[in-house]
T-cell receptor, first 114, second 113 residues
Framework: GAVVSQHPSRVICKSGTSVKIECRSL??????MFWYRQFPKKSLMLMAT?????????EQGVEKDKFLINHASLTLSTLTVTSAHPEDSSFYIC??????????FGNGTRLTVT | GENVEQHPSTLSVQEGDSAVIKCTYS??????FPWYKQELGKRPQLIID?????GEKKDQRIAVTLNKTAKHFSLHITETQPEDSAVYFC????????????FGKGTLLTVNP
């Protein structure tokens, strides 16, 4: 149990375009979902926390207008990278939990902006 | 906010030896400490976790110890195998509804056959 599915696993886009990444909890209702960003050989940096039906809480330094997060249901959260730039290229990972721990991670999305 | 320090950043051991990774945290309110293993290009996988009401937890070759007073916790892997090679992350959280994991910077463990 406790499977988190993330899609797509890889995406290449051109500068200036937008990319949407989906995160789904397949067998549990995720009251909270988290979006992380990971640079090569670096740790996971929390970008934002989203609770179903409410606005996401962004970490300091993360532009909310650039990284749009929507948590429309208890099983789906989306991250949209708007006006993508090459420096947005990274590994984005979502995670989800219900009322219990631990946190379960999606399989990640490798974003490359050309 | 919480700050988690992890050492060493890289660790190389011979197959069969033990490996120890140490983490410290700053927020005394943290009460949940998971460890994740991440293979290259893959998602972090939870391998063991411990809560602040417990000092030690073991699962086969993996154990975690927690010293609340000193605010540090450690991962111990015994009888290491090549498939244990990966990046290991410690994390700390206050748990509950204010759940937010703060990760250490990771340890690249290499187990040499």
């Amino acid at each position: 149990g406790a499977v988190v599915s993330q899609h797509p696993s890889r995406v290449i886009c051109k500068s200036g375009t937008s990319v949407k990444i989906e995160c789904r909890s397949l067998d549990f209702q995720a009251t909270t979902m988290f979006w992380y960003r990971q640079f090569p050989k670096k740790s996971l940096m929390l970008m934002a926390t989203s609770n179903e039906g409410s606005k996401a809480t962004y970490e300091q330094g993360v532009e909310k207008d650039k990284f749009l997060i929507n948590h429309a249901s208890l099983t789906l959260s989306t991250l949209t990278v708007t006006s993508a730039h090459p420096e947005d290229s990274s590994f984005y990972i979502c995670s989800a939990r219900d009322h219990r721990e631990p946190l379960h991670f999606g399989n990640g999305t490798r974003l490359t902006v050309t | 906010g919480e700050n988690v320090e992890q050492h060493p950043s890289t660790l190389s051991v011979q197959e069969g030896d033990s490996a120890v990774i140490k983490c410290t945290y700053s927020d005394s309110a943290s009460n949940y400490f998971p460890w994740y293993k991440q293979e290259l290009g893959k998602r972090p996988q939870l391998i063991i976790d411990i809560r602040s009401n417990v000092g030690e937890k073991k699962d086969q070759r993996i154990a975690v110890t927690l010293n609340k007073t000193a605010k540090h916790f450690s991962l111990h892997i015994t009888e290491t195998q090549p498939e244990d090679s990966a990046v290991y992350f410690c994390a700390a959280s206050q748990g509950g509804s204010n759940y937010k994991l703060t990760f250490g910077k990771g340890t690249l463990l290499t187990v040499n056959p």
